[in-house]
Structures are given as C-alpha cells and as structure tokens.
C-alpha cells in the first residue's frame, strides 16, 4: 500500500514569514502556492515540504498541527484499509489538484495521518527505481 512519505506540512502563525525562512534554508523557492499554503520539493528524491497558516487548519495551535502524508497507490482503497483496522475518519477524500488526492484519519492512539494519490511522487519511484520487466 504504501509508496513513500508524500507530504510533511508545518502550521505556521506567520506564514510569509515561515516561507521566506525555508525558501533561504532550502535555497529553493516553492513549487505550488495558494493562499496561506506554499510547498517545496527538497532533497535527491524531491520530498514534499508544505507550510500552511496555521489559521487554516481549525482547533491547532501553530507548531503542532503537523501532518504526514504517505503516497499510496489509491487513495479509497488506503482509506478502506485503515477505517478497517481502526482509524476513525478525519477528513473525507478531497481533490487538490490534478493527480493529488487526500485523505485522512486519526489512529487509534489520536494521531492524525494523511494519505495522498500523489502523481510526481509515482514519477519519481518510477525514475528512481523503474520497474523490473
């Protein structure tokens, strides 16, 4: 089921701020941009590292609304398989954009843990590690 670590995001309470630091730390700028919610790709295999307003994410405190999601290959079919060993669900499948779907869940022990149908994740598997004929 799993793939890799898609997606590591920060809740931050000053996002232009938090952006301007890791844009100077990763010496890259983001990728993708949204209000509130900026995404790097960083080191040889090009993780994702997203830092959002913490304002957009209800109920956290900045520094500790951190989410990690895990590329899968299917996303209704991760979702099944963690509600069936226990999870509850914390947020439904959502679209973010082409080739980029999300879920999540919290685990038994109340941890919240995304799952994410992640196109340039699959890219880079593929080119790291091509499939065997």
């Known amino acids: 089921m799993l793939l890799s670590i898609g997606t590591v995001t920060?809740?931050?309470d000053d996002h232009a701020a938090a952006v301007d630091w890791y844009t100077q730390w990763f010496d890259v700028a983001p990728y993708f941009e949204r209000p509130g919610y900026s995404?790097?790709?960083v080191g040889a295999t090009e993780q994702e590292f997203g830092i959002i307003d913490a304002a957009y994410v209800p109920g956290t405190i900045a520094g500790t609304a951190q989410t990690i999601y895990w590329s899968v290959?299917?996303?209704e079919d991760g979702l099944a398989q963690l509600l069936a060993a226990g999870a509850?669900?914390?947020e439904p499948v959502v679209e973010r954009g082409p080739g980029f779907r999300t879920a999540a869940v919290?685990?038994?022990f109340g941890h919240k843990l995304?799952?994410?149908e992640n196109s340039?994740?699959?890219e880079v598997l593929t080119r790291i590690a091509p499939p065997s004929a």
Do not use: K, S
């Open 73 to 75: 290959e299917d996303v």
């Open 88 to 90: 509850t669900l914390a």
């Open 39 to 41: 995404e790097f790709r």
């Open 114 to 116: 995304g799952i994410m």
């Open 106 to 108: 919290t685990d038994p």
């Open 10 to 12: 920060l809740a931050v």
């Open 120 to 122: 340039h994740a699959a």
